[in-house]
């Protein structure tokens, strides 16, 4: 529905506007055509950047393109990476973009191979829903500043309903949705309801799993039945806010163990008793439940057993932000111990976007 601009912000958001339309490369009305597969597309606003995706129905369950991914939408809000609210019309039209670039293949990475197939939504797609579905780092945006994010969002609607000729659905998931939408993907993959989900984002850490007897389940609507869901997701106790809560310290600074052969894990882990008091409630609900088999995506598919080993004892450089390795090794350990998660639980690359299509699709949290 239409939101409220703030009145000082109307100047700000009509410079925007004006700034999107340069910068957007428009792209064709969406056009319902007979005989064509059904469509979702689906924007992943998360902490670090903006994925798209345009999930294509077929009949083995959804197809998944991946499109580019484009600049952190909450970023001008957060006023991180050099953005400021004058940034937010150049962020909006790059994110929009992304809609006419996802039609050809996207450069090449560093294998050789293009970041991105291909896929013309416009000519091979009947397109039921166009959503950008933010999560924690938006989250983060609202509490910092609920105008500016408020503008924002008015501003992304209007820019990306105009692009694609209809209406669209601009929001900030819930935590509850986003381990619920993590949980689906699991199921639609897995076929079948016994299990639980863990998920490790740049802002949030969602856990999900069905649990008829935990207070805050809600009965979510799949076909022919209904099922308590219970969902929690740690907002603000993710890698990248635990490690500017707790990790700049020398006893969590890679190769911690290589100048100091008295170093143990435990000096980085001893402030993170935090997490275990913030956690008490969902570990009483994940014991409640007894659920044994856990399936941990994201972020959580990147850990390897060595982890601390090569980045805190020998100063090996991950090649991803080598700065925090050792201490994000630690950390995601603990986190798992803290939950109680099973040692043999599986990692996954199943995506909380196709379990948000799949409730889009079934009208899931519609329950009488």
Request: glycine letters at 10%; proline letters at 5%.
């Amino acid at each position: 529905g239409p939101m409220h601009v703030p009145g000082k912000f109307l100047p700000v958001v009509l410079a925007c506007c004006l700034l999107a339309t340069a910068c957007t490369r428009q792209a064709e009305p969406v056009s319902v055509a007979d005989g064509l597969p059904e469509c979702h597309i689906i924007f992943d606003a998360g902490s670090k950047g903006t994925r798209l995706y345009v999930y294509q129905r077929s009949g083995s369950g959804w197809l998944k393109h991946r499109g580019p991914k484009t600049v952190a939408l909450a970023d001008p809000v957060r006023r991180i990476r050099g953005k400021t609210m004058d940034d937010a019309g150049t962020v909006i039209g790059a994110v929009v973009a992304a809609l006419t670039d996802i039609r050809s293949d996207g450069p090449l990475n560093g294998q050789g191979e293009p970041k991105w197939a291909a896929f013309d939504w416009q000519s091979r797609c009947d397109v039921q829903a166009v959503s950008v579905y933010a999560t924690a780092g938006m989250r983060l945006a609202e509490q910092l500043d609920p105008e500016g994010t408020e503008a924002l969002w008015q501003l992304l609607n209007q820019t990306l309903s105009t692009a694609v000729g209809t209406a669209v659905t601009t929001r900030t998931l819930s935590g509850f949705e986003e381990g619920l939408y993590a949980w689906l993907a699991m199921r639609e993959s897995l076929g079948d309801e016994a299990f639980g989900v863990a998920e490790r984002g740049g802002g949030s850490m969602p856990v999900a799993f069905r649990c008829p007897h935990c207070e805050t389940s809600r009965q979510v609507s799949l076909g022919d039945h209904q099922v308590a869901i219970y969902s929690h997701s740690f907002t603000g106790w993710c890698q990248d806010e635990a490690w500017e809560r707790y990790g700049p310290s020398d006893a969590c600074a890679r190769g911690a163990g290589v100048d100091d052969p008295d170093w143990e894990v435990a000096d980085c882990s001893i402030g993170m008793s935090d997490f275990e008091e913030a956690a008490a409630q969902p570990v009483a609900n994940i014991a409640e439940a007894g659920v044994r088999r856990w399936y941990l995506s994201d972020a959580f598919r990147y850990m390897n057993d060595d982890d601390i080993e090569q980045f805190c004892g020998r100063g090996i450089d991950s090649g991803y932000e080598p700065v925090s390795s050792c201490f994000r090794a630690i950390y995601l350990s603990r986190v798992l111990e803290a939950l109680g998660l099973p040692d043999d639980a599986e990692t996954t690359d199943v995506d909380w976007t196709l379990g948000a299509v799949v409730c889009e699709a079934t009208q899931c949290l519609e329950v009488q």
